[in-house]
């Protein structure tokens, strides 16, 4: 007996095995390239024309990898047009915990997708719209994307509504939208991302008022939402952006700069690195309870036109730990509002831990010292930090090309000298390790 039911134990657990891992061991790959077709196989030989064709035949687990070149995008492709929205390529088929539907550049080609073509009347554009979870984009590069509406508006290179999703080593440049947003989702992970060169000339005053780099304003429940290693740079209003965020979002070794600015240094709109919480005027009985409190963490704000770290008018305080500001308007504005949202107040609450403040005739205002936890910050030091405290100012160092492994570029600029008045457990944020992990 006893020795049958170790056979029967054996037998059930070998079935196991291949019923739970069966979609594993079976799962597929689909190519697309600029010459594909979409009536072939999708292999590597005769690859797919579009990603939509890609994603009718991908299944949890499966990769479809995107040959290099340039993808023109029409406005014939628009996959989904409601009244006010153009979703022109839209993901909206899920992978499973452990088994994600990956869209990855093949090897060390570049994808890029051209969407200068698609101008739908009225309608705001979504280039990449996901709402599908348990899903990862690596690699691809996305320019072009249009404005059409004169009034108040926004364009979207990739946005978002899904769970569980990584986006990663995407560049989004050179267009009238907002890089990547998002106000659903949970468990998300943007890592190592760019978005440069983005302005709208075209809606409101034509200053391109909300056209930030990054933003998540995620609704009440949409938790966890991480960004990583990512870069802001030359977008029209701010770099990273999460007002009327209803749950906290984490920033961790990002970097802003030059934002409210175009490339030739032309003032255009806000120009803050970090816009971090507030709710604009919204009455108290729709602010969300608890007040989320967010975490900017090891990043690095230079040269925008406006503030550096910015609390935005939040009734609440957040987490600003490790980070470097430099050259901005301000360097870090602590303002809030009273807990209901009724009148502007120096910013209380706050835990300022380990950051430096340099080169701004503001490096930290609109403070109440005496309601915030400051810790090791520069601006607490008896003497103030000069220029030669500093390896490098270099701030051409910001545009070197990230590493082979999408890592930010390691660089001089901000690092301390030993002989900085300040002690050792004070930022390092330009040589924080930026190892990334994925939500798989």
Request: with cysteine.
């Amino acid at each position: 007996m006893f020795v049958m039911s170790r056979f029967f134990l054996a037998v059930f657990a070998t079935f196991a095995l291949f019923v739970f891992a069966g979609s594993h061991l079976h799962a597929a790959t689909y190519f697309v390239a600029v010459d594909g077709d979409d009536s072939d196989a999708g292999s590597i030989e005769k690859p797919y024309a579009t990603l939509m064709k890609a994603q009718q035949s991908a299944e949890p687990g499966d990769t479809v990898f995107i040959r290099g070149g340039t993808y023109l995008v029409s406005e014939s492709r628009v996959a989904m047009s409601t009244r006010w929205f153009a979703h022109v390529l839209r993901f909206d088929k899920s992978g499973r915990s452990g088994e994600p539907i990956r869209y990855w550049a093949y090897e060390d080609e570049r994808p890029v997708f051209d969407f200068a073509d698609v101008r739908p009347r009225n309608q705001r554009v979504h280039a990449f719209s996901v709402s599908g979870s348990w899903l990862h984009f690596r690699g691809i590069e996305v320019i072009g994307v249009q404005v059409t509406m004169r009034g108040h508006t926004q364009s979207i290179c990739f946005s978002n509504e899904g769970d569980h999703n990584v986006f990663e080593r995407l560049s989004m440049h050179d267009g009238m939208a907002i890089g990547f947003y998002a106000t659903e989702g949970a468990d998300n992970l943007i890592v190592n991302c760019d978005a440069y060169r983005n302005h709208d000339s075209v809606s409101e005053d034509g200053r391109g008022g909300n056209t930030d780099g990054f933003g998540y304003h995620p609704a009440k429940g949409s938790t966890g939402n991480v960004f990583r290693g990512c870069r802001a740079w030359f977008n029209s209003d701010d770099g990273f952006d999460c007002i009327n965020a209803s749950e906290s979002v984490v920033f961790e070794n990002c970097w802003a700069f030059n934002n409210g600015y175009s490339p030739e240094f032309k003032g255009l709109a806000d120009g803050n690195g970090f816009k971090i919480g507030g709710f604009a005027s919204a009455p108290a009985s729709k602010l969300p309870r608890p007040m989320p409190r967010h975490l900017v963490k090891e990043c690095l704000a230079v040269h925008n036109k406006n503030s550096g770290f910015y609390a935005n008018h939040h009734p609440g305080g957040s987490d600003w730990i490790n980070n470097v500001a430099y050259r901005n308007g301000t360097n870090f504005n602590m303002l809030c509002r009273t807990h209901d949202n009724s009148k502007d107040v120096p910013g209380y609450g706050h835990l300022l831990r380990g950051n430096v403040s340099h080169g701004s005739r503001g490096l930290i205002r609109n403070l109440n010292a005496d309601k915030c936890e400051l810790i090791d910050n520069s601006f607490q030091v008896e003497r103030s930090l000069r220029d030669e405290d500093f390896e490098s100012l270099d701030e051409e160092e910001l545009l070197r090309p990230r590493q082979a492994n999408g890592e930010l570029p390691s660089i001089a600029l901000l690092r301390l000298n030993v002989s900085a008045p300040i002690e050792d457990n004070v930022s390092r944020a330009t040589e924080a390790d930026t190892t990334t992990s994925t939500q798989e």
